[in-house]
């Protein structure tokens, strides 16, 4: 089972965390949902507030702009997750 580090506070620095260290700054739902267990609706609600946040970018299907196709960390995104890196005691 994967648990969220202690040092992260909300499942959306979860996902910026899982964006920058595993993920290499991009990532489906998919990858998200099977790595955080959270349902796919919930890692959608989470991507939205980050998109609000400013903090990723969201790459929408062209076909039908309701299907995410990735989503990627944007500078505010990389900002947050070296303040996360600082939290964790990693350099």
Known sequence: MF???DFIHTPEEWIVW???SEFHD??????L???T???RE????????LE??????VNRNSKNAMI??????VPNGKKMYGELMLRSGQR
Do not use: C, H, N, W
């Not at 991009?26 to 990858?31: C, K, P, V, Y």
């Not at 995410?68 to 960390?73: G, K, N, R």
């Open 3 to 5: 648990i969220m580090p």
């Open 18 to 20: 899982l964006l920058g």
């Open 52 to 57: 609000r946040m400013k903090a990723i970018r």
């Open 42 to 49: 919930d890692i959608i609600s989470f991507v939205g507030e």
């Open 68 to 73: 995410i196709d990735s989503i990627a960390l």
């Open 26 to 31: 991009t990532a489906t739902i998919e990858m």
């Open 37 to 39: 267990r959270y349902g």
């Open 33 to 35: 949902v099977q790595r």
